[in-house]
T-cell receptor, first 114, second 112 residues
Framework: DTAVSQTPKYLVTQMGNDKSIKCEQN?????MYWYKQDSKKFLKIMFS???????INETVPNRFSPKSPDKAHLNLHINSLELGDSAVYFC?????????????FGQGTRLTVV | QKEVEQNSGPLSVPEGAIASLNCTYS??????FFWYRQYSGKSPELIMS????GDKEDGRFTAQLNKASQYVSLLIRDSQPSDSATYLC????????????FGRGTQLTVWP
């Protein structure tokens, strides 16, 4: 009965490969996010989708492409992986956008590029 | 200037003490404020939200907001070793998009 679930939990891959991370939420939320947490624990938003529509697209290399097939799923595809992409990627969801939005996070995917 | 600043710590307190965690933010238009707790290797977990000036209490946790000083804090009373974690302050700058800006977190250790 996990609320926000991501797969895989760990991902080790070589430079130049393409990989995907999947996220699903069963909270009935309208909005989903991808956050990146670097080695210094800094958590920064990458993308946000509201009802399958992209609403936030921070300054992220276009090697990163999110896809939302429905409002319960938000996947992240990364092309041509680089060493600097190593981080923990968190999916999150919330009931809606707005200033009182409370975001709930998945367990994270630790990506290591070697 | 960073959007959201926190003392990185580590903050170390004995069991039973009050732990005080502080956060300042740069945008006066910020509207909502959140505290997340993150255990090592785990995901951030929302523990408090506050929207109005003053105090908000929930069990052993009290969030305090002072918009004039652009300051938000979290007090943990009767600290327990299980409270040992990194505490992240997050701010919504008034965006209707739900974008949160996070501080770098304060690492708290509660020793028995």
């Amino acid at each position: 009965d996990t609320a926000v679930s991501q797969t895989p939990k760990y991902l080790v891959t070589q430079m130049g490969n393409d990989k995907s991370i999947k996220c699903e939420q069963n909270l009935g939320h309208d909005t989903m996010y991808w956050y990146k947490q670097d080695s210094k624990k800094f958590l920064k938003i990458m993308f946000s989708y509201n009802n399958k529509e992209l609403i936030i697209n921070e300054t992220v290399p276009n090697r990163f492409s999110p896809k939302s097939p429905d409002k319960a799923h938000l996947n992240l595809h990364i092309n041509s992986l680089e060493l600097g992409d190593s981080a923990v990627y968190f999916c999150a969801s919330s009931t809606s956008t707005g200033i009182y939005t409370e975001a709930f996070f998945g367990q994270g995917t630790r990506l290591t590029v070697v | 200037q960073k959007e959201v600043e926190q003392n990185s710590g580590p903050l170390s307190v004995p069991e039973g003490a009050i732990a005080s965690l502080n956060c300042t933010y740069s945008d006066r238009g910020s509207q909502s404020f959140f505290w997340y707790r993150q255990y090592s290797g785990k995901s951030p977990e929302l523990i408090m939200s506050i929207y109005s000036n003053g105090d908000k209490e929930d069990g052993r946790f009290t969030a305090q907001l002072n918009k004039a000083s652009q300051y938000v804090s979290l007090l943990i009373r009767d600290s327990q070793p299980s409270d040992s974690a990194t505490y992240l302050c997050a701010v919504n700058r008034g965006s209707t998009l739900g974008r949160l800006y996070f501080g770098r977190g304060t690492q708290l250790t509660v020793w028995p």
